[in-house]
C-alpha cells in the first residue's frame, strides 16, 4: 500500500539483551532520533544517555522521550501488566544533516549505520493526515513541529524549504517552511513545539504523496481527495457497525467475525447508576432487546446513547444527498434506504425494544415509558471476554427515565419523517411508537426538567402533526411547548445545564436536537424563534462554542481549549457539529467554504495533524492505536478465540476512536503502569502529549460510541459527498414481465440522442428514478413528484441503465447513446 522508506540500517552488535534498536530516524536538521524497546521484563529499567557517538564523537545533547507502545492482557500467573516500553533517544549533532553519509552510532545497546537521504529517512516532525485531506478544501496544510523529549524543542536558524512528491519522486508542489510560532508552553492545549507551517493547498487530488523536508527527511504518505475520504468515512461507519449489540458479524460484511450477542434482557427496572450494575435473578423473564451499540471496550448500553440516533438522524436530514444504499456493505445494504440511514435506524431500534408497552409489560401506568439501557453484574475482562463470550452473564434493564422516554419519543417521532419516503410502514409503526412515548411524557413529566430533552422530542412531535395550516399549527400544542424551550434555554441563555454551548457534552442542547426546525420549507416556523435559532447558531460557529477555539490561535485544530478529557481532543465532530449546520443552511458560497475549510481542518487532527504526529483511529494511518482498550479486538489482534482455539490475525477492529489525550492522571493503579512510564513525567508534558498507548490507560485508550466515535461518523459524513462518485450494482433487465400489475402502465420513453427521458405512469409521485452508467457511477437520481417527468441530461457515448423504484418492485431499462 503505502511506500516509503524510513532509513538503511545496520546492526553490528547488541550489548544490552534488554533493550533492542528497533528503529533510528531524524526529527529535525541536526537531531538522529534512535528507538529503543525494552523487553516485558525490564520494562522499569531506564536507558542510559552516557556512553553514545556519532561518528566517534560524543552529540552535543542527549534527550529522551519515553512512551508505552503496546500492552498484553493482565498475567495472572506473574501478577503484573505485560507491558513493552519504547525509548526515543534524541541526539542533537553540532551540525546539521548531510545528505548522501553515513552516520555511524555507538551506543550501550549496539552500533547501528544510518545512510542518511533527505527524501528517502522518516522525520517525526512532519505531521501530516496519514490517511488523506479533502480535495474541496482550499486551505489544506501540514505542521513541522520538533519536540526532543526532555530537550525540549528548537527553531531553526534558517528555515528550510520543502517538497510534495508522489511515489515517482516527481515533485508536485514546494515552498519554505513559514513559522507559526512558539507554542512551547506546558497548558492543556500545547504541543510543545515551535511550530512551522507546510501549505498544502496547491497539491492536486491524487496521491500517494509525501513531504520531503529538506536536509531533514520525509512524512508519512497521505492523498487527496474522494478516492481517499471514501475510505475514511467508511472506516468510521462501519466503526458503529462493529459495535452493534445484538446482531452477529460475520462475512461478506466483515472479517472482524463474531457470534450474535446480547438478544436478550430482563426486565430488571433497576435504579440507574452510571457506576451501578444489575445481576439478574435466577429464572428471569428475558426479552428480545437488540439494536444500539456496545458503549466502548465493554457491552453494556447507557442511556447517553440516546444521542448517537439524534445525531446520525439530524446529520442525515441536513445532508440527505451526501449518503447511498450500498455505500458501508452493511447487511442492510441493498435495500434502497441510505447506508447511513440504516445504521441510525440501528441505533433506535434499542430504544423501540426497551419501550414498555401491553405485549411486554403487565402495568398500563408504564406504557409508552422508555427504560434507560441494559447493564450486567460487573465489566469484562480484556482478554477473557468478547461481545458473544462472556461467561453465561445476564443482562438486565435500568427504570424507565423520562429523559430517556423523551428523547425516544423526538426520535422515534424524527426518524418516521425521514424513513417515510423509503418504507411507510416503518413510518407509521415509528410515529405509533412516539404516540405511545408522548402518552407516558403527558402522565409524568414534571414541568420544567430535562429542557433539552422536552425541546428536542416537542419539535419532533411537531414536525410530524403539523397539518399545513399556518394559523393552527402555529397553535400546535407541541409547536408551543417547543418554542416556549427554546425561548428558556437558548435564546435567554438559559441555567445550567439547560442550556446550548456548543461542544460540550454536559450542556443538555445540541444543534442536532432542533436543526430541524431550521430545515424544514414546507411547514410553518414561528419568523422570531427561527431568527433566533439561526443567531444562535452562527454564534456559536463563529465562536469556536463552547471551547472557543480560533484557527489563529493554535497551531493545531485539536478543538479542545478548556477541559481535556474522555475525547474532547480526539471527537473533533463535537466541534464541527455547527459547523456544518451553518454551511448547509448558509446562502454565501464563500461561507460555505469557510465552513468546509474549518471542518475539513478539524477532520486532519485526529489522523495524524497533531502534535504527537499519531492516529488516533484504528484501522486508519500509519501510526495507529496498537493496543486500545476493547474487548474484541484482543482476539483478532493476537489470533485467539474466546475459551480456546486460534484465528487469523488480522490485527484491531476498524474505526473507534480513542480518547487520546487527557489533562487531568488517573491515580488508580492499573493506569498508572502506563502513564509511570511516561517520560518527560506527566506534569512536565505539554497537554496534547498526555497520552501514550497500552489499553489499562482507560482515560487515554478506552472509547465510547456516543463521547468519540459517532461524532467524527457525522463530521466525515459532511465532508464526503458520496452521491458524486457511488458506485452501484444492477442486473441487465430490459423488460417488465416480472413486474406486478400496477407497472404494466408505466411507460419509459428514452430518446438519448436528444439527452431527454420521459417517463409517464399513472402513479409516478413518489417513484425513485435513477440513471447509472456501465461501470456502476449513478450520474441521476431523483423522487418523482408528479406523474409525468422529463429528464434532461448530457449522455456521453456509451451503455446506460435507468431504473424505475416504487413499492419494493425495481424496473430496469437498458439505453445506448452512440
Request: net charge negative; aromatic share 12%; charged share 20%.
Amino acid at each position: 500500500m503505502k511506500k516509503y522508506l524510513y532509513l538503511s540500517l545496520i546492526f553490528v552488535f547488541k550489548i544490552v539483551s534488554a533493550q533492542s534498536i528497533v528503529d533510528v530516524h531524524t526529527a529535525s536538521s541536526n537531531v538522529i532520533v534512535v528507538v529503543l524497546e525494552m523487553s516485558v521484563e525490564n520494562q522499569d529499567v531506564i536507558p542510559s544517555t552516557s556512553g553514545w557517538t556519532i561518528n566517534g564523537t560524543i552529540p552535543a545533547s542527549i534527550g529522551r522521550g519515553s512512551s508505552v507502545y503496546d500492552e498484553k492482557k493482565y498475567d495472572w500467573t506473574v501478577g503484573y501488566y505485560e507491558i513493552v516500553v519504547r525509548h526515543n533517544i534524541y541526539l542533537e549533532l553540532n551540525h546539521n544533516l548531510v545528505n548522501n553519509t553515513n552516520y555511524t552510532i555507538v551506543s550501550p545497546y549496539g552500533t547501528i549505520s544510518l545512510a542518511f537521504s533527505d527524501t528517502e529517512v522518516f522525520c517525526e516532525s512532519i505531521k501530516v493526515n496519514q490517511e488523506g485531506y479533502s480535495e474541496n478544501a482550499t486551505g489544506n496544510y501540514a505542521n513541522f513541529g520538533y519536540y526532543g523529549g526532555s530537550l525540549g524543542s528548537t527553531m531553526f536558524d534558517v528555515i528550510p524549504d520543502y517538497q510534495v512528491v508522489n511515489d515517482s519522486n516527481t515533485v508536485i508542489t514546494s515552498g519554505k517552511l513559514i513559522y507559526w510560532g512558539d507554542d512551547t508552553d506546558i497548558g492543556l492545549a500545547t504541543s510543545g513545539e515551535h511550530v512551522y507551517r507546510i501549505d498544502l493547498s496547491n497539491v492536486p487530488a491524487g496521491g500517494p504523496y509525501h513531504i520531503v523536508v529538506n536536509g531533514i527527511g520525509r512524512s508519512y504518505s497521505f492523498g487527496v481527495g474522494n478516492d481517499y475520504l471514501r475510505k475514511i468515512a467508511e472506516v468510521h461507519a462501519r466503526g458503529m457497525f462493529h459495535q452493534r449489540c445484538g446482531i452477529e458479524l460475520k462475512r461478506p460484511y466483515t472479517e472482524y467475525e463474531r457470534e450474535i450477542c446480547h438478544e436478550e434482557s430482563a426486565f430488571t427496572m433497576n435504579t440507574w447508576s452510571a457506576l451501578g450494575f444489575i445481576d439478574v435473578p435466577a429464572n428471569t423473564e428475558m426479552h428480545t432487546v437488540i439494536g444500539g451499540y456496545h458503549d466502548a471496550g465493554d457491552f453494556d448500553r447507557r442511556p447517553y446513547h440516546t444521542v448517537i440516533p439524534i445525531t446520525m438522524l439530524s446529520t442525515f436530514e441536513a445532508f440527505p444527498q451526501n449518503f447511498i444504499d450500498r455505500q458501508y456493505n452493511i447487511p442492510e445494504s441493498g435495500n434502497g434506504i441510505p447506508d447511513f440511514l440504516d445504521e441510525a435506524l440501528w441505533g433506535v431500534l434499542i430504544w423501540e425494544n426497551l419501550q414498555l408497552n401491553q405485549d411486554n409489560w403487565d402495568n398500563p401506568d408504564d406504557f409508552g415509558g422508555v427504560m434507560q439501557g441494559t447493564e450486567t453484574m460487573a465489566h469484562p475482562t480484556y482478554g477473557a471476554h468478547r461481545a458473544d463470550y462472556e461467561d453465561n452473564r445476564q443482562y438486565g434493564t435500568f427504570e424507565v427515565g423520562i429523559k430517556t422516554t423523551l428523547e425516544a419519543a423526538g426520535m422515534f417521532a424524527q426518524a418516521s419523517r425521514i424513513i417515510e419516503p423509503y418504507d411507510s410502514d416503518r413510518a407509521s409503526d415509528l410515529l405509533e411508537k412516539a404516540e405511545q412515548a408522548w402518552s407516558y411524557i403527558d402522565k409524568n413529566y414534571v414541568p420544567g426538567t430535562h429542557r433539552g430533552a422536552m425541546l428536542y422530542a416537542a419539535l419532533q412531535m411537531y414536525l410530524v402533526t403539523a397539518i399545513g395550516n399556518d394559523t393552527e399549527d402555529a397553535q400546535n400544542r407541541y409547536h408551543t411547548l417547543f418554542r416556549d424551550e427554546v425561548l428558556n434555554t437558548i435564546i435567554n441563555g438559559g441555567t445550567w445545564p439547560d442550556q446550548y454551548l456548543g461542544g460540550n457534552m454536559s450542556a443538555t442542547i445540541k444543534s442536532s436536537q432542533f436543526i430541524s426546525y431550521l430545515l424544514v420549507s414546507d411547514i410553518y416556523t414561528d419568523p422570531t424563534i427561527n431568527e433566533g435559532l439561526l443567531n444562535a447558531l452562527k454564534f456559536q460557529a463563529d465562536t469556536g462554542g463552547y471551547m472557543g477555539w480560533n484557527e489563529n490561535d493554535f497551531p493545531y485544530a485539536q478543538g479542545v481549549t478548556k477541559y481535556n478529557g474522555w475525547g474532547a481532543s480526539t471527537a473533533q465532530g463535537r466541534y464541527t457539529e455547527d459547523l456544518g449546520y451553518m454551511m448547509r443552511l448558509s446562502t454565501s458560497e464563500e461561507d460555505k467554504q469557510h465552513y468546509y475549510n474549518q471542518i475539513s481542518n478539524y477532520a486532519n487532527y485526529s489522523l495524524g495533524l497533531n502534535p504527537q504526529g499519531h492516529s488516533y483511529v484504528t484501522g486508519l494511518g500509519d501510526k495507529q492505536p496498537i493496543s486500545p482498550a476493547h474487548l474484541d479486538s484482543y482476539y483478532t489482534k493476537y489470533g485467539e478465540l474466546p475459551g480456546g482455539g486460534t484465528q487469523s490475525i488480522i490485527g484491531n477492529v476498524p474505526g473507534i476512536v480513542i480518547y487520546g489525550s487527557t489533562e487531568g492522571r488517573s491515580g488508580q493503579p492499573y493506569q498508572r503502569v502506563i502513564t509511570d512510564k511516561l517520560y518527560p513525567v506527566w506534569d512536565d508534558l505539554p497537554g496534547l502529549r498526555r497520552w501514550s498507548d497500552g489499553w489499562s490507560l482507560i482515560n487515554g485508550n478506552e472509547f465510547t460510541t456516543w463521547e468519540t466515535m459517532v461524532w467524527n461518523v457525522c463530521m466525515f459524513g459532511i465532508l464526503y459527498d458520496a452521491s458524486s462518485d457511488e458506485t452501484v450494482v444492477v442486473d441487465e433487465v430490459d423488460q417488465v414481465d416480472d413486474f406486478n400489475e400496477p407497472y404494466n402502465e408505466l411507460i419509459v420513453y428514452p430518446n438519448p440522442s436528444e439527452n431527454i427521458i420521459n417517463i409517464s405512469y399513472s402513479e409516478l409521485e413518489g417513484t425513485r428514478v435513477e440513471i447509472i452508467d456501465m461501470i456502476g457511477k449513478r450520474i441521476y437520481r431523483e423522487m418523482m413528484n408528479q406523474n409525468e417527468h422529463l429528464i434532461r441530461h448530457s449522455f456521453a457515448e456509451g451503455v446506460y441503465f435507468l431504473t424505475v423504484s416504487k413499492k419494493g418492485e425495481t424496473l430496469v431499462k437498458k439505453f445506448i447513446v452512440q
